[in-house]
């Protein structure tokens, strides 16, 4: 046997061969087909991660500015004594640094009416605040809320306002369970109010139950007595909240009790968490299994193309040149469905809702119905980060998977295999 040339490593003949490797003749169709299906899983595997990531990021994303463009980061609600010094608290608490607004609100529920009927959330809020509100205040599809204390109206949402029939400019009914005491009991209050405007903040729930209402008219309604339910606390860093809570409690001044978002909202960005790691496992899987496939189309390709390597070997090809051989053409496998599947799944990323809404008319169904998920349309955020996590993976488990193989083919002995034929 030829003593072995001393070639640097990956040299051209070593990609010539693994392309043509790649590309598998009739007899080897099997290898092919192989292959073919260990890049499409790949492919597919990669694609659905990004996706999946990227919806689940956008889900979160979109429903922590939903949820805290209406409510506050931290919730001021009194102990001991109602809040009829409510004026001063907030006060003291808008002067804080990083706190952009404090708003004073009086919660209740009621009855909405008109040609249907729905229960709501009516809150009391004080006009400049509405304004201060970016997704009420910069959402308006119908009305005005520019003089909001003036016309003693109301605003409602785009939801509420289909399920009444309701336009700005329409009257729409509030009954509330607890009116005016008389000799008979407590009766209910009944009273109409103007809608000045309608707004949809693309958060269903939210669109379809709550109803702004003029503070002071609020206060009245509710039979208060010239306190609020609670300050909301809107602040410029939601996520480091806590560094807040000690200065709001310092400024209340006064007994009070704070919640703040997480608390509020914990079991439900949980259990998204928990969903987001689990999609995240399982979708893995797949990849896994592609390379896997990986594994077994090369092993066979080895056991077809043992009488090459051995004539390979005997005229001077190393070791090290056969396993790079079989390296590049399993990696060239792995490496070409990541790629791909990088840029398949960005691109459906980019256009997921046209996707969806395409979705929805081929099986005439409603994917993604807002009442369930919340949100009115489906959104994605690619992070950067993920993705590259995604794409690294994918890259590790296809190179690993040509390890065994390619070490294999550099083991075998070329006397061996062409003494008894290959």
């Not at 009991?185 to 958060?203: L, S």
Request: proline share 4%; with cysteine; glycine share 8%.
């Amino acid at each position: 046997m030829t003593a072995p040339l001393k070639t640097a490593p990956f040299a051209p003949f070593e990609w010539m061969l693994s392309a043509r490797y790649l590309r598998a003749r009739r007899k080897e169709g099997f290898v092919s087909v192989i292959a073919g299906f260990s890049f499409l899983g790949i492919m597919l595997g990669v694609a659905t991660l990004i996706i999946v990531m990227a919806v689940m990021n956008g889900f979160r994303k979109e429903l922590l500015d939903k949820i805290l463009g209406l409510n506050g980061h931290v919730l001021v609600q009194p102990l001991e004594s109602p809040l009829t010094d409510w004026k001063d608290v907030t006060e003291r608490i808008s002067q804080l640094k990083g706190v952009r607004l404090a708003a004073p609100v009086v919660d209740g529920t009621a009855l909405a009416s008109s040609a249907n009927a729905s229960g709501v959330l009516v809150r009391g809020i004080r006009a400049a605040d509405l304004n201060k509100l970016a997704s009420v205040a910069g959402n308006i599809k119908q009305g005005s809320i520019e003089h909001f204390d003036g016309d003693q109206g109301v605003a409602i949402g785009q939801g509420l306002a289909d399920q009444l029939s309701l336009h700005a400019g329409d009257a729409i009914t509030l009954v509330a369970q607890h009116g005016a005491v008389t000799p008979m009991g407590v009766m209910p209050r009944i009273k109409k109010y103007k809608v000045t405007a309608v707004f949809e903040i693309g958060m269903s729930e939210y669109d379809a139950s709550v109803v702004f209402m003029p503070i002071a008219e609020a206060q009245s309604y509710f039979n208060r007595s010239g306190d609020v339910t609670a300050i909301e606390v809107f602040t410029t860093d939601p996520d480091h909240i806590d560094m807040f809570r000690r200065n709001v409690m310092d400024a209340a001044g006064r007994p009070i009790f704070l919640v703040d978002w997480r608390q509020r909202n914990s079991t439900f960005f949980s259990a998204l968490q928990v969903q987001r790691n689990v999609m995240f496992l399982i979708l893995t899987l797949i990849v896994l299994v592609a390379a896997l496939n990986i594994v077994s189309g090369l092993v066979m390709l080895v056991k077809d193309k043992s009488s090459d390597i051995a004539i390979l070997r005997t005229m001077g090809a190393s070791q090290g040149s056969i396993m790079r051989i079989f390296l590049i053409t399993g990696a060239s496998i792995g490496v070409a469905g990541t790629l791909i599947g990088f840029v398949v799944g960005l691109l459906a990323c980019l256009n997921i809702e046209s996707i969806r809404q395409f979705m929805s008319w081929l099986t005439r169904t409603e994917l993604f119905p807002p009442k369930l998920y919340l949100l009115s349309k489906l959104p994605a955020e690619v992070e950067v980060g993920e993705t590259s996590a995604v794409v690294i993976m994918a890259l590790t488990l296809s190179f690993l998977a040509t390890l065994y193989p390619s070490w294999r083919a550099a083991r075998l002995d070329p006397i061996e295999v062409l003494r008894h034929g290959g």
